[in-house]
């Protein structure tokens, strides 16, 4: 277990740039990360009257979150389905919701700000909101629809496994397009390169569609690797 890594002595900008998802803390307790974020932590907290230990916990509670990611995915190639699907649902589905809804805003204030001098980033707002769009479908029709039929192929109760399949196959085709967003993104910004001007909420946006991209392809990698198959 690696420690806690933030004192009151850390400089906001770099807590951010280690940990980009402390930035909604930053943005809750109404703490400039971005132009004002070269101060340290107990400045911050002074000059907005905030409260050390709620800050601290907060802070806390994501970096615990971020480092409980999952690391050994070998261990669900020996898990039933349900737990899988458990597992998917609760790990990478709310995740990822939460993610892409608390990322929205500063993606879109980023391309709003920096567009026209970096108009990369208009493409950005566009595949990103695109990507949204598709992945919320997409995990919506597998809670709704198509995990309850792997469920009942895994209970021998299905009546059309023909059809099951069908629609087993269309997720796939879904997850690639996902993936082929991703790489598009990946693409426009250079592998997340950043320019030499970048400010802190282009930093963030950067690192956390890159964070994204890990959690989708692990969260595909679940589900076409491990859980699909069994069923071909
Ligand atoms: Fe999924
Ligand atoms: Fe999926």
Not at 29 to 55: K, Q, T, V, W
Not at 66 to 84: H, Y
Not at 139 to 145: F, L, P, R, Y
Request: charged residues 30%.
């Amino acid at each position: 277990m690696i420690t806690f890594p933030i004192s009151t002595n850390t400089l906001v900008r770099d807590i951010v740039n280690e940990l980009p998802k402390t930035s909604d803390v930053f943005k809750k307790f109404r703490i400039d990360f971005c132009c004002g974020g070269n101060i340290p932590l107990s400045e911050a907290i002074a000059a907005n009257g905030i409260n050390e230990e709620d800050i601290m916990a907060e802070l806390r509670l994501v970096f615990e979150k971020n480092s409980s990611a999952e690391t050994d995915l070998e261990v669900w190639t020996k898990s039933d389905s349900n737990t899988i699907i458990d597992h998917v649902i609760n790990h990478y589905h709310r995740t990822s919701e939460e993610e892409l809804s608390l990322l929205s805003p500063y993606v879109t204030k980023v391309s709003r700000v920096h567009g026209d001098s970096h108009p990369e980033l208009l493409k950005v707002y566009e595949l990103f909101y695109e990507f949204k769009r598709e992945l919320i479908e997409h995990m919506a029709k597998e809670e709704t629809v198509v995990f309850p039929i792997i469920k009942q192929l895994e209970d021998g109760t299905i009546e059309n496994r023909e059809e099951a399949i069908n629609m087993i196959i269309e997720l796939e085709k879904e997850h690639d397009h996902a993936g082929e967003i991703l790489r598009q993104i990946r693409a426009i910004t250079s592998d997340y390169t950043l320019p030499a001007d970048a400010c802190g909420t282009y930093r963030l946006v950067y690192k956390r569609l890159e964070d994204l991209e890990g959690l989708t392809f692990m969260h595909v990698h679940l589900e076409n690797n491990i859980l699909f198959p069994r069923y071909f």
